[in-house]
């Protein structure tokens, strides 16, 4: 079956620009965690999200946000994009809130400019 | 605050040796994975401990969950180019999904 699928792989914007990233889980898969890795800071959890709704957050400010449709598909929406944005967006699939096993995608690759 | 530290960050080998990667820290995980990620590309799954003292073998790689559910090893024998990568452990401290990831690995295979 296929795997996680993100969209678009690369992206640059400008700074005090929005950005919106796509997640498709695996089928079947409901829950959607959004990470964000960077040289300096490794992978940093954003959220996750269940069933439509945001289960838990990570330490990040306000101009990061998500969704999750009714067909589990995710998206996440960065705005007033700062230089410090930059990094290696992954979106991980789990079958269910609470699972043990987390499976990325490839991740989108955002350069803010 | 990492709540996962490995070590060592950087390893360099030779093709056939063995070697050994730590994740430890002081709190309690109800699961532990390890996954392998080659540069511009997500971490690919490898293993899940979820008992203290788990121990999983994947062909040369061996996996150990500490007793404690505190802290793991990733251990391969006879390493290959192949096994180049940077390896992650990351925890689930509860039965959410928010998984905390390790400092990470970069293992170089030189054949």
């Known amino acids: 079956k296929a795997g996680v699928t993100q969209t678009p792989r690369y992206l640059i914007k400008t700074r005090g620009q929005q950005v919106t990233l796509s997640c498709s889980p695996i089928?079947?898969?409901?829950?959607v965690s959004w990470y964000q890795q960077t040289p300096g800071q490794g992978l940093q959890f954003l959220f996750e999200y269940f069933s439509e709704t945001q289960r838990n957050k990570g330490n990040f400010p306000g101009r990061f946000s998500g969704r999750q449709f009714s067909n589990s598909r995710s998206e996440m929406n960065v705005s007033t994009l700062e230089l410090g944005d930059s990094a290696l967006y992954l979106c991980a699939s789990s079958l269910s809130t609470g699972s043990t096993e987390a499976f990325f995608g490839q991740g989108t690759r955002l350069t803010v400019v | 605050t990492q709540l996962l530290e490995q070590s060592p960050q950087f390893l360099s080998i030779q093709e056939g040796e063995n070697l050994t990667v730590y994740c430890n820290s002081s709190?309690?995980?109800?699961?532990l994975q390890w996954y392998r990620q080659e540069p511009g590309e997500g971490p690919v799954l490898l293993v899940t401990v979820v008992t203290g003292g788990e121990v999983k073998k994947l062909k040369r790689l061996t996996f150990q969950f500490g007793d404690a559910r505190k802290d793991s090893s990733l251990h391969i024998t006879a390493a290959q180019p192949g096994d180049t990568g940077l390896y992650l452990c990351?925890?689930?401290?509860?039965?959410?999904?928010?998984?905390?990831f390790g400092t990470g690995t970069s293992l170089t295979v030189i054949p």
């Open positions: 089928s079947g898969h409901r829950s």
């Open positions: 709190s309690v995980f109800s699961s």
């Open positions: 990351a925890g689930a401290p509860n039965t959410g999904n928010q998984f905390y």
